[in-house]
């Protein structure tokens, strides 16, 4: 059975930093791309950031590139999201998402995994 659990979220003032990780299991997590997405209230959910399974490439959404960084390790089968420079329009709850093996991608329908959300709130 393939879990995500994500933590890190929290409460931080505008211009702070967050580090959320993602735990995984019941998978080869170093087969996997992996991923973070989003979800404001009343809005879809939208990508944030991807990254292969090597870690050799990344992808991110324009509104947080320069600000954040999406990493993995692979022995420890967790993947990060190092959040800086946080605004408040990057209120959401924040998902992880494993995508298909030897995959990387900004697709959500390409993701076969998913976590439960961890909300993360940007206070002005």
């Known amino acids: 059975q393939v879990q995500l659990v994500e933590s890190g979220g929290g409460l931080v003032q505008a211009g702070g930093s967050l580090r959320l990780s993602c735990a995984a299991s019941?998978?080869?997590?170093?087969?996997?791309?992996m991923g973070w997405f989003r979800q404001a209230p009343g809005k879809e959910r939208e990508f944030v950031a991807a990254?292969?399974?090597?870690?050799?490439?990344?992808y991110y959404k324009d509104s947080v590139k320069g600000r954040f960084t999406i990493s993995r390790d692979n022995a420890k089968n967790t993947v990060y999201l190092q959040m800086n420079s946080l605004k408040p329009e990057d209120t959401a709850v924040y998902y992880c998402?494993?995508?298909?093996?030897?995959?990387?991608?900004?697709?959500?329908?390409?993701?076969?995994?998913w976590g439960q959300g961890t909300q993360v709130t940007v206070s002005s």
């Open positions: 990254i292969m399974w090597s870690g050799g490439t990344t």
């Open positions: 998402a494993a995508s298909g093996p030897w995959e990387i991608t900004t697709m959500a329908q390409k993701y076969d995994y």
């Open positions: 019941g998978l080869t997590f170093r087969n996997y791309g």
